[in-house]
């Protein structure tokens, strides 16, 4: 037994120096644990002999790992027949065992050393300011800060205690910048967003802490290069990769309340009081940053913002979002394709305009078909209906192709106008019955050709009026059927003239807005016309609502208003890890920033 073998190679606690059961300090020598439960070697801390501070009892222990929560469906009731019904099932909560140099906590069950368990972990002095948001973002970064970001809050890591001086209060510490995160927001275009991008939920940013969550530490970095270290127990180290990329983080955030929001977000943009500073404007109930966030190491997040009253969803490369905003406006966009399908209806209701555009094809089909492409006898039909007037403007040629029978019905005038010809092909014959006059007009030749018989009926008088004649050709019999007929005689009066044909009344186009979009292969910003007024984009898209809400109301979002919608600006607040202070401190490698101007918009990048 694993317990037995540990109990004879190991001295008791009594022989290192330690009495009772615990809990006793412990530093993590290794977390390899062969048996994937958890465990981890520990060397215990104990008092010097001056009994001044702790050194190592110097034997490696293994201690099992103590969760929280876990549990497993009774052995008794499982049976030796196969199936999942028939095994154990097991539940809990799992946590990433801490590297190698934590300090934790271990406790042994009756002193039995043999019988240890981790219970916690010891903070590392003042390393806890990626806690627990390992995105946690201040402008206070190292002189390493490329030139293009400086200034700009982004997320960082811990401060270098090896090359960081004292200081009265280690938050103002320069910090390294993250560059793989940071690189991440410049390609989703979210650098500059305080809201959707960085963020300010740490440990370190107010007393006691309002923030609560967990984040994992993230892959090992093993790429060329990277930091290596000697890893495991004395007798045995090796030299390993030992840096981390981060990980994933799940926080809930109740919010900075030094900072409060001067307006709800469904009325003005994200503009904050500095409490701290005696600002007085603005809503107790609204701290900056109060969310839920879950989001991972390379940027795919989910958040629920109630400061900005949002919710946000979008992947790593920033080719693809949806955002639902405060006045309730939902916002889509994609790089690529958006693809709906429904095994039943799907239905698109909008109480004032739809509008659909596209940069090539609009195409539409009613394919007679069920889920299962089965052909359906009721299907396979279009149906378009307007209240009053349709409007279709076709800037080239327009083809209609109907198989079978085509009815066209007019309750009262119907106009045509031609720019040239007007071509009528009929494999059978043309009929046109009028309840009044029939009147054609030529304002040069009229000709009429038959190739077999050519019968002219009037129940009245019949003029043909030529002022240089008619003629009448036949080679056969000419019958003009009439009470009375009259070739270019003095007897017969002018031919009623036919009355003019009214023109069709001329179109009248959409507007047309121009609209300004991030191309996302060099994030340059480009001008696109479209008869809509907001069209998501590529990050930095700055029609969000949240940054100027009142200039996407549905009055001024109508297509019909021909006012364009200006873009609007990221906001920019001070810097919280700051402290309201004009310098950053005193640690290696921090310059001193003036906070003049935090409040103001700042544009995007690109």
Not at 236 to 248: D, E, I, Q
Not at 361 to 380: C, K, L, V, W, Y
Request: hydrophobic share 30%; with cysteine.
């Amino acid at each position: 037994m694993p317990n037995q073998s540990r109990r004879s190679a190991q001295r008791s606690l009594k022989e290192l120096g330690l009495t009772g059961s615990g809990p006793f300090e412990a530093i993590v020598v290794s977390h390899l644990d062969p048996g994937y439960m958890g465990s981890l070697k520990v060397d215990l801390l104990r008092k010097n002999k001056a009994g001044s501070f702790k050194e190592r009892a110097g034997t490696t222990i293994e201690v099992s790992y103590l969760s929280p929560f876990y549990g497993v469906t009774n052995k008794d009731h499982a049976t030796a027949n196969d199936g999942y019904e028939n095994t154990q099932k097991s539940y809990g909560m799992w946590f990433v065992p801490p590297d190698s140099g934590t300090r934790v906590l271990v406790i042994f069950a009756e002193g039995d050393i043999s019988r240890g368990y981790w219970i916690g972990c010891v903070q590392d002095q003042y390393m806890n300011f990626m806690l627990p948001d390992g995105r946690a973002s201040t402008e206070i970064t190292t002189q390493g800060t490329p030139g293009d970001l400086k200034g700009k809050k982004l997320p960082v890591g811990e401060y270098n205690k090896r090359t960081t001086s004292e200081n009265k209060d280690p938050t103002l510490y320069a910090k390294p910048y993250n560059s793989d995160f940071s690189d991440s927001l410049v390609t989703q275009g979210l650098i500059d967003d305080e809201n959707r991008g960085t963020t300010t939920s740490s440990a370190r940013r107010e007393v006691p802490s309002a923030v609560f969550g967990i984040s994992t530490p993230g892959p090992i970095d093993k790429r060329q290069g990277a930091p290596k270290g000697q890893y495991g127990e004395f007798e045995a180290k090796a030299n390993v990769f030992v840096n981390r990329l981060g990980g994933s983080s799940f926080v809930m955030d109740d919010g900075d309340d030094k900072f409060i929001r001067k307006t709800p977000a469904s009325e003005g943009p994200p503009e904050y009081s500095n409490v701290e500073k005696g600002e007085t404007a603005g809503e107790r109930t609204i701290p900056q940053n109060e969310l839920m966030r879950l989001r991972t190491r390379t940027g795919h997040q989910i958040l629920m913002h109630n400061s900005e009253d949002l919710i946000y969803i979008g992947n790593a490369r920033g080719t693809s979002w949806i955002e639902m905003s405060s006045n309730g406006k939902i916002d889509i966009y994609a790089n690529d394709s958006i693809s709906v399908h429904s095994d039943q209806d799907l239905n698109f209701t909008a109480d004032r305009d739809v509008n659909i555009e596209s940069g090539r094809n609009i195409n539409m089909r009613a394919r007679s078909r069920d889920a299962t492409g089965e052909e359906t006898p009721d299907g396979g039909n279009i149906q378009i209906e307007s209240k009053r007037n349709t409007h279709l403007l076709v800037e080239e040629n327009m083809k209609v192709d109907v198989k079978m029978q085509q009815d066209t019905t007019v309750g009262a005038n119907r106009f045509v106008s031609v720019g040239a010809g007007l071509h009528t092909k009929v494999e059978a014959s043309i009929f046109e019955s009028a309840g009044v006059n029939i009147n054609q007009k030529a304002e040069t030749n009229f000709n009429v050709e038959s190739g077999a018989v050519f019968n002219a009926l009037s129940g009245a008088n019949m003029n043909l009026n030529g002022s240089a004649g008619v003629n009448v050709l036949s080679d056969g019999v000419v019958a003009l059927d009439g009470s009375l007929t009259h070739l270019n005689s003095g007897l017969a009066g002018p031919a009623a003239p036919a009355e003019l044909a009214l023109p069709a009344e001329i179109f009248e186009p959409l507007l047309v807005h121009t609209n300004s979009q991030i191309l996302p292969e060099d994030m340059s910003t480009v001008s696109v016309e479209s008869i809509v007024k907001r069209m998501p984009g590529h990050e930095p898209w700055l029609h969000h609502e949240n940054l100027s809400p009142q200039d996407f109301l549905p009055a001024k979002t109508d297509i019909t208003a021909a006012a364009a919608i200006d873009d609007s600006e990221y906001v920019r607040s001070v810097d919280t890890f700051r402290k309201n202070r004009t310098t950053s401190g005193t640690g290696a490698g921090i310059a001193a920033q003036s906070t003049e101007g935090d409040n103001k918009g700042i544009p995007s990048r690109g």
